[in-house]
């Protein structure tokens, strides 16, 4: 090899000699494996360090735990709530052998054998907690033993923490059965109940020592979330997600050979029976306080949280308007209901919610008659319909589309419709064709009398022409739930589920000239360890300004002279809509002033099942629909709760006139009136309630009636209720009264 090849071989192999600093230095192998025993060092310090630092503190303030206190929105007391706890502890020798073992297959099948941690588990809720996921870990028994004894709820990587170390100090003192005697003695397990012995009363009136192993598996299911679990309370979705787990435990049970399986085929599921209000919530009040807690669970102030006690929760709930809601439900409708002697008056339940549009705050709230005697709340329940309130909407979703006619012209107030009933939607791939009231057909009208008549078939076509995807959207913008919400021209007639609650917020959203209002009932929450942040009440614009306030200059004319002229009076400016559901099941009116926003419902149902029921013979008026009593109680309340009346008029901007109509300008208010039954706009005994009136009334509201000669092609959701449609029954023609047009001089017509 010449020198000239030795140089070229030197210089390759320098090339090739790795470098010594930089970035690859301080990655070298023994550097990495140097650095890991390092961390597992500082790891392993770190444990010793917190495990001899961490002691086994006093029980926690449950076992002291003070009262919830609930006030109106003035400071003046609601109630109180949690005045000592509910909980009788029990040795575990009383507690079956069986349902001993689903608290241990429910929460952790390991807990005989384990050291009382869960590593895994642990290291995952920790991170769900720094990732703000809340409390999402797998605690052990022991785990959650120390954490409702010894610690609080609150889910913190520094209580995480502790609860690790004492559940291993605890496990090394204690022996297995006491710690699963104090678990199943502490844990809370909903209505009120910490431990099993309160549970076991609380859910199926027995004592601890009777329980059977099917309902020890439903108490021990509803330790993973207390309130969805609640048989009595949950949704369609809780009902099916504690259906699931109670089939978890005890198949688990199955798994530890501490069931057998041929009893565990048998073994039905034990549905609780109804709960109890606790003293102190009887009239509305526990239906405030419902409403109320129902917001905190949204908030992370779930009742597990609430069960420590020491909490002050003021309401928007204005205690003067509340009592004129109550008031006004009791005059006009209670007061000439016979529950007792009349079948159909026994079945009628009254809801409404009251919000101020400019802040969402619900001031006043009606659930029932009684809290004690009817534990589900009218205001806030989503089983029933919203009926034609719901058209204003369609209106709304064509206005905010600049949608089109089928013959290309833009819709607008002054629009005109084939009014004709049966008439069959031009442009659907879905036929429908529903039938208006007293199948009365109104030949050419405009988009204005359609709303103050509440026209089926012209709003079925204007839901085509906008089309019922964008319809939903611009609905569930402005706040209407999605439940039973299909995308069909059907949901013209308001065909899906909404509370008072919801279609508050929907009108309260037109009333604020379309920026979205999200009704909120709860306006602080004070703990000395604890913050709270408040719903926001108003949020982005849902629809254009223009748009809601073309909707509200139309509904003005459905309470001028139209479906809601119950509700129409000189002492303050009015928009509003009726509805009336499918085969008379609900009627709501759903009305505005400048300063405050509320509808009225009435519902039918079943007392013994519960199961929806017609509201016709309503204090033995005929149909009762949104234009009858829900008007009348609207009516009273709004001018009660605004002193007597208000000079605020609506403040539109930009909007199309419809068909003049005969508005009656706001008056300056009456003075100081001594009741609103007594007020000089108000007749105490509206003539529409007197059997000797023989004048025509108003036109009134034509109710949601789907076609009686529906296309045989048609889907059945096009065709809700029994065949022939809701509408009048054409064997009894003279019982259609309430919603008569024109010309009918039945004395309940409205």
């Given at each position: 090899m010449g020198r000239a090849d030795a140089r070229r071989a030197q210089r390759r192999g320098a090339r090739r000699a790795p470098k010594r600093g930089g970035i690859r230095g301080l990655f070298t192998w023994r550097k990495m494996l140097g650095a890991f025993f390092g961390l597992c060092l500082l790891v392993m310090g770190a444990c010793v360090g917190l495990y001899l630092y961490v002691d086994i503190p006093k029980a926690n303030a449950l076992a002291e735990r003070q009262s919830n206190v609930y006030r109106y929105s003035d400071g003046s007391l609601l109630t109180r709530t949690g005045d000592g706890?509910?909980?009788?502890?029990?040795?575990?020798?009383?507690?079956?052998?069986?349902?001993?073992?689903?608290?241990?297959?429910?929460?952790?099948?390991?807990?005989?054998?384990?050291?009382?941690?869960?590593?895994?588990?642990?290291?995952?809720?920790?991170?769900?907690?720094?990732?703000?996921?809340?409390?999402?870990?797998?605690?052990?028994?022991?785990?959650?033993?120390?954490?409702?004894?010894?610690?609080?709820?609150?889910?913190?990587?520094?209580?995480?923490?502790?609860?690790?170390?004492?559940?291993?100090?605890?496990?090394?003192?204690?022996?297995?059965?006491?710690?699963?005697?104090?678990?199943?003695?502490?844990?809370?397990?909903?209505?009120?109940?910490?431990?099993?012995?309160?549970?076991?009363?609380?859910?199926?009136?027995?004592?601890?020592?009777?329980?059977?192993?099917?309902?020890?598996?439903?108490?021990?299911?509803?330790?993973?979330?207390?309130?969805?679990?609640?048989?009595?309370?949950?949704?369609?979705?809780?009902?099916?997600?504690?259906?699931?787990?109670?089939?978890?435990?005890?198949?688990?049970?199955?798994?530890?050979?501490?069931?057998?399986?041929?009893?565990?085929?048998?073994?039905?599921?034990?549905?609780?029976?109804?709960?109890?209000?606790?003293?102190?919530?009887?009239?509305?009040?526990?239906?405030?306080?419902?409403?109320?807690?129902?917001?905190?669970?949204?908030?992370?102030?779930?009742?597990?949280?609430?069960?420590?006690?020491?909490?002050?929760?003021?309401?928007?709930?204005?205690?003067?308007?509340?009592?004129?809601?109550?008031?006004?439900?009791?005059?006009?409708?209670?007061?000439?209901?016979?529950?007792?002697?009349?079948?159909?008056?026994?079945?009628?339940?009254?809801?409404?919610?009251s919000v101020d549009p400019k802040s969402g705050a619900v001031v006043a709230l009606y659930g029932g008659v009684d809290y004690v005697k009817h534990y589900r709340s009218n205001a806030t329940r989503q089983d029933y319909q919203p009926a034609s309130t719901f058209k204003p909407l369609v209106f709304a979703s064509a206005l905010e589309n600049g949608a089109k006619t089928q013959n290309g012209d833009l819709i607008g107030v002054n629009t005109r419709y084939d009014g004709t009933s049966k008439r069959p939607v031009v442009g659907s791939s879905t036929p429908f064709a529903p039938q208006n009231e007293d199948d009365v057909s109104y030949g050419d009208v405009t988009v204005q009398k359609a709303m103050n008549k509440s026209i089926n078939s012209v709003f079925a076509q204007m839901v085509v022409d906008v089309g019922p995807a964008e319809v939903k959207k611009t609905a569930l913008a402005l706040g209407v739930p999605d439940k039973n919400f299909p995308e069909r021209p059907a949901i013209t007639l308001g065909t899906m589920n909404a509370s008072t609650w919801d279609m508050a917020g929907v009108y309260a959203t037109l009333d604020n000239h379309g920026k979205k209002v999200n009704p909120f009932i709860v306006k602080s929450a004070k703990h000395s360890s604890r913050t709270y942040e408040p719903v926001e009440g108003i949020g982005e614009q849902a629809i254009s300004r223009k748009s809601a306030d073309t909707v509200t200059s139309v509904l003005r004319g459905v309470v001028d002279e139209g479906s809601g002229h119950e509700a129409n009076t000189t002492a303050y400016d009015a928009a509003g809509k009726t509805g009336t559901a499918e085969e008379n099941k609900a009627a709501l009116f759903a009305g505005y002033t400048p300063e405050l926003t509320t509808v009225v419902a009435l519902f039918g149902e079943n007392p013994q099942g519960g199961a929806q029921v017609s509201l016709t013979g309503t204090a033995n008026a005929?149909?009762?629909?949104?234009?009858?009593?829900?008007a009348q109680i609207w009516a009273d309340y709004t001018l009660a709760a605004l002193n007597g009346g208000s000079d605020a008029k609506f403040d539109l901007e930009d909007v199309e006139q419809g068909e003049a109509t005969v508005r009656q300008t706001p008056s300056n208010k009456p003075s100081a009136p001594e009741s609103p039954a007594q007020s000089p706009t108000r007749d105490p005994n509206p003539p529409e309630q007197s059997p000797s009136r023989t004048q025509e009334p108003p036109p009134a509201e034509t109710p949601d009636v789907p076609s009686s000669s529906q296309s045989p092609e048609s889907p059945a959701s096009e065709t809700p209720g029994l065949p022939g449609g809701d509408g009048p029954d054409p064997g009894r023609p003279g019982d259609n009264g309430a919603n008569n047009v024109v010309g009918n001089n039945n004395p309940a017509a409205r």
């Open positions: 706890v509910n909980r009788q502890n029990v040795d575990l020798s009383e507690v079956p052998k069986d349902v001993q073992h689903t608290f241990v297959a429910a929460e952790n099948k390991t807990f005989y054998d384990d050291q009382g941690i869960d590593l895994k588990g642990t290291t995952r809720g920790i991170l769900n907690t720094l990732m703000g996921k809340g409390k999402q870990g797998g605690s052990t028994i022991t785990q959650q033993y120390v954490k409702n004894y010894y610690l609080s709820q609150e889910p913190t990587v520094s209580r995480k923490l502790q609860e690790l170390v004492i559940a291993i100090k605890i496990d090394q003192k204690m022996g297995k059965k006491d710690i699963l005697a104090g678990y199943i003695n502490t844990a809370f397990y909903g209505r009120g109940a910490s431990g099993v012995q309160a549970a076991a009363q609380a859910y199926y009136g027995v004592d601890a020592k009777d329980l059977n192993v099917a309902q020890g598996a439903y108490l021990a299911s509803l330790l993973q979330a207390p309130s969805q679990y609640d048989w009595a309370t949950a949704t369609p979705t809780g009902r099916k997600l504690v259906r699931e787990r109670w089939d978890y435990t005890l198949d688990n049970m199955v798994e530890m050979h501490w069931l057998d399986k041929a009893k565990r085929d048998t073994l039905k599921f034990p549905v609780p029976m109804k709960p109890k209000p606790a003293p102190g919530m009887e009239g509305q009040t526990g239906y405030l306080v419902e409403a109320a807690n129902q917001e905190l669970d949204k908030q992370g102030i779930t009742e597990e949280v609430r069960q420590a006690g020491g909490w002050t929760f003021t309401l928007n709930i204005d205690k003067k308007r509340q009592k004129e809601l109550e008031k006004a439900v009791d005059q006009r409708l209670e007061s000439k209901l016979d529950r007792k002697g009349n079948k159909v008056d026994a079945t009628v339940q009254a809801g409404a919610t005929g149909r009762a629909n949104g234009g009858g009593f829900p």
